[in-house]
């Protein structure tokens, strides 16, 4: 078995070179010559209407695309240097540990313990380790109350929780969400996304699909705007909020903080570009006012 992890060094942690595919002969493609890097280290949001391939992008990332769904398949996609088709969708899942939108579907288990059980023993944790990861992630999440509870009893939000815990307690370098608030308040979304900040700080590449931009925008270094299967926009926060009118056309539910400094800024009001928070256009237009 290649030892993904040892190599993390040697290569971006995923790259993913001129990649179309379509889920069937016949069928449009899902994703059109499509060219990405990830590096270690990044936060990565995707962003971009429904139906523009986000999803797709994620499931070649991790591997489900080509193991599990097949199609036509054209371009290339490596984890740490390593072809996907040469690897096993488990190598994968020790490196890039995933969350997908059908969280009822991920989980294998009747209890939140026995669900976070279930990663750390097939995954060969050593049992001396076991309750400290699994204490650690519960807490992490913030659901250490929730250990003996019956998944079937949670909510929605819940079970993301208990998702993203299992997959912390695996420690892999770098995690991929699909839209992992989409269940949760804006209170809880908050505290996944800070969560999300402190892994990241500690090292953890993050990748985040979501539909909350300005959540994202917040947290994230860098943004992929996907349109119709292809990249449209890529690049840091800032170079890609600098162009919410094709962000606005491509569908992106744009901050409202974010088009009110764009259309002052088209008006001719200088107040140093597009923000991305309330706090941060404040300060910009009180400068100006001064």
Same mark, same amino acid.
Request: charged share 25%; with cysteine; proline share 2%.
């Given at each position: 078995?290649?030892?993904l992890?040892?190599?993390?060094?040697?290569?971006? &942690? *995923?790259?993913?070179?001129?990649? !179309?595919?379509?889920?069937?002969?016949?069928?449009?493609?899902?994703?059109?010559?499509?060219? =990405?890097?990830v590096?270690h280290?990044?936060? %990565?949001?995707?962003i971009?209407? !429904?139906?523009?391939?986000?999803?797709?992008l994620?499931?070649?990332?991790?591997?489900? *695309? $080509?193991?599990?769904?097949?199609?036509d398949?054209?371009?290339?996609?490596?984890v740490?240097?390593?072809?996907?088709?040469?690897l096993?969708?488990?190598?994968?899942?020790?490196? =890039?540990?995933? *969350?997908?939108?059908?969280?009822?579907?991920?989980?294998?288990a009747?209890?939140v313990?026995?669900? %976070? =059980?279930?990663?750390?023993?097939?995954?060969?944790? $050593?049992?001396?380790?076991?309750?400290s990861?699994?204490?650690?992630?519960?807490?992490?999440?913030?659901?250490a109350?929730?250990?003996?509870?019956?998944?079937?009893?949670?909510?929605?939000?819940?079970?993301?929780?208990?998702?993203?815990?299992?997959?912390?307690?695996?420690? $892999?370098?770098?995690?991929?969400?699909?839209?992992?608030?989409?269940?949760? #308040?804006?209170?809880?979304?908050v505290?996944?996304?800070?969560?999300?900040r402190?892994?990241?700080?500690?090292?953890?590449?993050v990748? +985040?699909?979501?539909?909350?931009?300005? &959540? &994202?925008?917040?947290?994230?270094? @860098?943004?992929?705007?996907m349109?119709?299967?292809?990249?449209?926009?890529s690049?840091?926060? #800032?170079?890609?909020?600098?162009?919410?009118?094709?962000?606005v056309?491509?569908? *992106?539910?744009? $901050?409202?903080?974010?088009? &009110?400094?764009?259309? %002052?800024?088209?008006?001719? +009001?200088?107040?140093?570009?597009?923000? @991305?928070? +309330?706090?941060?256009?404040?300060?910009?237009?009180e400068?100006?006012?001064?």
């Amino acid at each position: 078995m290649r030892n993904l992890e040892q190599e993390r060094s040697a290569a971006p &942690l *995923v790259e993913i070179d001129h990649l !179309s595919f379509a889920y069937g002969k016949g069928q449009r493609l899902a994703l059109d010559d499509v060219t =990405l890097t990830v590096h270690h280290g990044d936060f %990565l949001g995707i962003i971009g209407e !429904s139906g523009a391939g986000k999803t797709t992008l994620g499931h070649c990332m991790n591997g489900v *695309v $080509p193991h599990y769904f097949k199609g036509d398949y054209y371009g290339s996609v490596k984890v740490n240097g390593e072809d996907v088709f040469d690897l096993q969708i488990t190598d994968i899942a020790r490196v =890039l540990g995933t *969350v997908g939108q059908d969280v009822d579907g991920q989980m294998v288990a009747a209890v939140v313990e026995d669900e %976070l =059980l279930y990663g750390l023993e097939n995954f060969g944790v $050593p049992a001396a380790e076991i309750e400290s990861r699994l204490v650690r992630s519960l807490s992490e999440v913030g659901i250490a109350d929730l250990r003996h509870r019956e998944i079937a009893t949670l909510s929605g939000g819940q079970k993301q929780k208990v998702a993203l815990a299992a997959l912390l307690a695996l420690r $892999p370098c770098a995690v991929l969400l699909d839209e992992p608030t989409a269940e949760l #308040d804006p209170q809880s979304s908050v505290q996944v996304f800070d969560l999300l900040r402190a892994l990241n700080e500690r090292g953890v590449t993050v990748v +985040v699909i979501e539909q909350k931009v300005m &959540l &994202l925008a917040e947290y994230a270094r @860098r943004l992929v705007v996907m349109d119709q299967g292809s990249v449209a926009l890529s690049g840091s926060v #800032d170079e890609v909020f600098s162009q919410v009118d094709r962000m606005v056309a491509l569908g *992106v539910n744009c $901050p409202r903080v974010s088009l &009110l400094t764009y259309e %002052l800024g088209r008006r001719g +009001v200088e107040c140093g570009g597009v923000s @991305r928070t +309330v706090e941060e256009a404040a300060l910009r237009i009180e400068e100006v006012l001064a």
